[in-house]
């Protein structure tokens, strides 16, 4: 099922790409967003969020390293200093969480399963009336 949108005298190309920028459909393949979204497996998506999380926390950690350098540092001092060295400790964080980090993504994961596990084996409270 495709969700572009055609709308008359506009090419297909121009409708796929209307459709992207409204957020209903990926802009290079044209296919609807959800529609790769459900195939990853609840470890999977654990796993992407403690590793998220742990980019977190790495970046306001590097955020307050960062803080007292002022001038000096591989950008110097202008007006967008402080947005494109916010820009490198992002990536920078997500880099190091990638690389495997200070190891707290895996303890969050393990918590994460733990809680689904937890949540999957109580029984359901059924209301009686």
Same mark, same amino acid.
């Given at each position: 099922?495709?969700?572009?949108?055609?709308?008359?005298?506009?090419? !297909?190309? /121009?409708?796929?790409?209307?459709?992207?920028?409204?957020? #209903?459909?990926?802009? $290079?393949?044209? =296919?609807? @967003? *959800? %529609?790769?979204?459900?195939?990853?497996?609840?470890?999977?998506?654990?796993? !992407?969020? /403690?590793?998220?999380?742990?980019?977190?926390?790495?970046? #306001?950690?590097?955020? $307050?390293?960062? =803080?007292? @350098? *002022? %001038?000096?540092?591989?950008?110097?001092?202008?007006?967008?200093?402080?947005?494109?060295?916010?820009?490198?400790?992002?990536?920078?964080?997500?880099?190091?969480?990638?690389?495997?980090?200070?190891?707290?993504?895996?303890?969050?994961?393990?918590?994460?399963?733990?809680?689904?596990?937890?949540?999957?084996?109580?029984?359901?409270?059924?209301?009686?009336?």
């Amino acid at each position: 099922m495709s969700t572009i949108s055609t709308m008359p005298g506009l090419p !297909a190309s /121009a409708s796929m790409a209307l459709d992207a920028a409204r957020g #209903t459909t990926r802009p $290079s393949t044209g =296919t609807p @967003i *959800g %529609s790769h979204a459900s195939t990853k497996t609840a470890a999977e998506k654990a796993r !992407a969020q /403690a590793q998220d999380f742990e980019a977190m926390f790495l970046n #306001t950690m590097m955020q $307050s390293m960062f =803080t007292g @350098i *002022g %001038s000096e540092g591989p950008m110097g001092n202008s007006p967008s200093t402080g947005v494109w060295r916010s820009f490198m400790i992002d990536e920078y964080a997500k880099s190091f969480a990638k690389a495997g980090g200070v190891g707290l993504a895996n303890q969050v994961y393990g918590t994460l399963l733990g809680q689904q596990e937890a949540r999957s084996a109580a029984p359901t409270k059924t209301s009686i009336q």
